[in-house]
């Protein structure tokens, strides 16, 4: 009967459902995000209520104690939203925006460990108002941020700024890109990732009635970029926001890889290419690495994971909104909420 159950789901689902993958809880608290750094110690930051904490974890599963951060008036959690944390080879740096809308950012430097007080990123006050922020790192100490911007117009664009002191300033504000409909999705995360001079802000757009993913990126370190370009070939008419932004990461090769929702479906696409079909499910992240590509997902109420070299999706156990981050050997660590804790395994 077990047997006849287990085949049942797979026939339905199309997913594999083994015991769930051992998992180490982090801390209290909920939207967890991960920076790695040369040495292969992954950065996290999370929040609890208006407390963000952080703490660092190596590949061998060695964690430091937990610092608490700060108390900010107002944390934006919830749906996707939350902190975000990046790492260069001399700072760490975490961005955070409040309810009123304003970006924060705290900056550490690495050689002392000690944090600098928070200062605002956006030129203009209480303009970020829906809470998504992304955030990335040069090889020069440098970073850029990128979120939805609601100045000018009361519509939202995707707005950026880019500091090249290890997070303790910000460059005057851009706007990076403004729909030419009047607004790009509001509620859906933006993501970043970068390599050498190579800078890519990922969003969904919201361009003659449809919700589909774009790319823009940068070839000089942040200082310009380009046309914002369409991912895959498909499109999504909707007249509500899915808040699913999917995910982006970019491979020791320099190519770029990225997964997002369409309707219920996960594709899969390298700027230019067509898209693949991957899976049924919400919420995707994505660690691209020499064996290839692994993607995270969220399923009726689980987390799934599709393995390079594999099409079947297989358990992690119960939780939501996931973060991979890849280390120097190709392992990927993935992060998650699960009722009220943070939790990390290695996949």
Not at 98 to 117: C, E, F, I, L, P
Not at 204 to 225: E, K
Request: aromatic fraction near 8%; include cysteine; glycine fraction near 10%.
């Amino acid at each position: 009967m077990i047997y006849l159950l287990i085949t049942l789901y797979v026939l339905v689902t199309g997913f594999i459902k083994p015991a769930p993958i051992a998992s180490t809880e982090i801390g209290k608290g909920i939207h967890p995000s991960v920076g790695m750094d040369e040495h292969g110690t992954a950065h996290i930051v999370y929040g609890q209520g208006e407390v963000l904490y952080y703490t660092t974890l190596s590949m061998d599963n060695q964690a430091e104690s937990t610092v608490r951060l700060d108390s900010l008036p107002g944390l934006h959690l919830g749906a996707s939203r939350g902190p975000q944390i990046a790492v260069s080879n001399q700072s760490v740096v975490i961005i955070a925006l409040d309810k009123a809308g304003n970006v924060w950012a705290y900056s550490q430097r690495r050689d002392t460990r000690k944090w600098q007080k928070r200062i605002r990123v956006n030129d203009v006050p209480d303009i970020a108002k829906e809470g998504f922020v992304a955030l990335t790192a040069g090889p020069d100490n440098s970073y850029n941020a990128g979120w939805l911007d609601l100045r000018n117009n009361e519509r939202n664009k995707l707005a950026g700024a880019r500091s090249t002191d290890g997070g303790r300033s910000w460059s005057v504000n851009t706007i990076l890109y403004q729909s030419p409909d009047g607004t790009i999705c509001e509620c859906c995360q933006v993501s970043a990732v970068s390599q050498g001079k190579h800078v890519a802000f990922m969003f969904r757009n919201f361009l003659n009635g449809a919700r589909d993913i774009y790319l823009i990126q940068s070839t000089n370190g942040g200082q310009s970029f380009g046309t914002a370009e369409k991912l895959g070939q498909g499109t999504w008419p909707l007249k509500a926001c899915p808040m699913d932004g999917g995910g982006l990461a970019i491979g020791p090769d320099g190519i770029i890889s990225t997964v997002w929702r369409r309707a219920d479906k996960l594709f899969t696409a390298h700027p230019g290419q067509p898209e693949v079909e991957r899976a049924t499910g919400k919420n995707p992240k994505i660690a691209a690495t020499r064996k290839g590509d692994y993607i995270v997902f969220q399923q009726a109420g689980q987390l799934w994971a599709i393995l390079p070299g594999q099409t079947q999706p297989v358990s992690l156990g119960p939780g939501a909104y996931a973060k991979l981050t890849r280390f120097t050997n190709d392992r990927v660590l993935c992060l998650w909420e699960q009722e009220g804790t943070i939790r990390a395994t290695m996949i």
